[in-house]
């Protein structure tokens, strides 16, 4: 019997490339991808618990299922990702028509446990942690991959460094480098299939071991024929070595782009969170990075309002910023989690302030991203073209090492293809430019 599946996906790019593998696993067992939720015999719900507002939007999301459960009752449910590992059988406590949760461990098994399940079979819950993540290897199917040219893979899951507001180390468990020859083999048969960039994935990349160093692995990926880019994603500053430093000068695929969150500017809230490096030797890892390759882009992810953050602490935050002038921020309100050690300290900034500061930051941040776009006319790029533009037929769109999103006239045949491109226009969040 066939059944359609449809996944609704939240979160990060982990979570993406999840979704994906998932697609890709069912397939092989007799279901068949569907956009229509109506039409769909299998509903997942692949989720984000990062801040609560992910997570609460999360079991909102479910309860929004519960009409489609009544009219078609064959219809199963599954839960899936970072909110079906934190809540686990409680999930079902709200919502007793959720059929399936499944941890962010026990992802492999979605095929075998949806086909197994009988109707009116009591549900499914399978959250445990293992070793070893028998998913990381899983390589999804090129049709329900993002896209021909670009290839994201795992190359570790989970986290160790209990950053003290963080829930991720609780929901992806401890941190587990994948096989460098696996990885390896699965970037050859991207690159056979047309790849033409390696974006490697994992909540912590550059303190990867999994029988190479992480400077390691980029060399080898470097050396394979085919591939014009690698890029990875999220660092952390205390992991920067050396060696990976120096791989930004020596290395010709590795983009010259870099997302390095830094969370805050003070100090003080730095050793509350537990990051483990101060403002100082952030700033000369930017240097040093700097150094390395001066045309070096940076964007990152930072915090406002953690408990016990002052006016000043702010300042320094905002201090940070103008000093490092990133093309891009990923700016958050705190959000206390269950179970992490924040959630003991007092949440002493206000809501109205934590609002205040964040709208104040991102101002700033715009301002200083408009200048970096603008002063990137005149100067030439190569695009790699990801997509023709839905509102301009004649557009076409794509990445620049630095990351930044160029538009410029072309037609779909360009998909896939590096464009040399001159930049004639700075937008908020992208260029304009025309191929030369
Ligand atoms: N492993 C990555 C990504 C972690 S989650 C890293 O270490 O950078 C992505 C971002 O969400 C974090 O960088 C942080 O800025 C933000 N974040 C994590 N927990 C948060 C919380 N409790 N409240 C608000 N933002 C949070
Ligand atoms: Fe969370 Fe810190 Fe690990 Fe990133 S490094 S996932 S912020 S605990
Ligand atoms: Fe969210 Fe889990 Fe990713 S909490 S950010 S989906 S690792």
Redesign the pocket.
């Known amino acids: 019997m066939k059944r359609y599946v449809k996944i609704f996906t939240y979160g990060?790019q982990m979570n993406d490339l999840d979704s994906q593998k998932m697609y890709s696993l069912l397939a092989g067992h007799g279901c068949e991808a569907t956009d229509s939720t109506k039409k769909a015999d299998v509903i997942i719900l692949n989720t984000c618990s990062?801040?609560q507002k992910a997570y609460e939007k999360a079991l909102s999301n479910l309860g929004r299922l519960l009409p489609y459960k009544k009219r078609k009752p064959s219809l199963i449910i599954a839960i899936t990702g970072c909110v079906a590992q934190q809540a686990g059988s409680h999930i079902l406590e709200r919502m007793p028509y959720v059929d399936i949760v499944i941890g962010t461990h026990q992802l492999h098994r979605i095929a075998e446990i949806i086909n197994e399940k009988a109707p009116g079979s009591g549900p499914v819950v399978e959250t445990s942690f293992s070793d070893c993540i028998p998913s990381l290897d899983i390589i999804p199917e090129s049709r329900f991959r993002e896209s021909g040219h670009r290839s994201y893979l795992n190359i570790m899951q989970g986290?160790d460094n209990y950053?003290s507001?963080?829930?991720?180390p609780y929901v992806r468990g401890r941190e587990i480098s994948r096989d460098y020859r696996s990885i390896l083999q699965e970037v050859r048969q991207h690159a056979a299939t047309g790849a033409k960039e390696i974006f490697l994935l994992g909540?912590?990349v550059n303190s990867y071991n999994g029988g190479r160093t992480f400077p390691q692995l980029l060399q080898a990926i470097d050396d394979i024929d085919g591939i014009e880019r690698i890029r990875f994603t999220?660092s952390?500053p205390k992991d920067m070595s050396d060696d990976l430093i120096a791989c930004f000068q020596t290395l010709d695929k590795l983009c010259n782009y870099i997302h390095l969150?830094f969370?805050s500017g003070s100090n003080t809230v730095l050793k509350a969170m537990n990051r483990n490096y101060t403002r100082e030797t952030y700033l000369s890892l930017i240097d040093r990075l700097r150094s390395s390759r001066p045309d070096m882009a940076f964007s990152a992810?930072?915090?406002v309002g953690f408990p016990g953050e002052t006016e000043q602490a702010y300042q320094d935050t905002l201090d940070l910023i103008e000093r490092v002038r990133f093309d891009g921020l990923?700016s958050?309100?705190?959000?206390?989690?269950p179970g992490t050690q924040a959630a003991t300290l007092v949440d002493d900034v206000s809501l109205e302030e934590k609002l205040a500061r964040l709208r104040n930051l991102q101002e700033i941040q715009k301002q200083i991203t408009i200048e970096n776009n603008r002063a990137r006319i005149g100067e030439i790029f190569e695009v790699l073209v990801d997509g023709t533009s839905s509102r301009h037929e004649e557009q076409v769109y794509g990445r620049t090492r630095q990351n930044s999103i160029v538009n410029f006239t072309g037609d779909h045949s360009l998909v896939g293809t590096t464009v040399r491109v001159a930049i004639t226009r700075a937008n908020p969040n992208s260029l304009t430019g025309e191929a030369v």
């Open positions: 990060c990062v801040r986290c950053c507001y963080c829930i991720v909540q912590n999220t952390h969150p969370q992810d930072v915090m990923f958050f309100k705190y959000s206390e989690r």
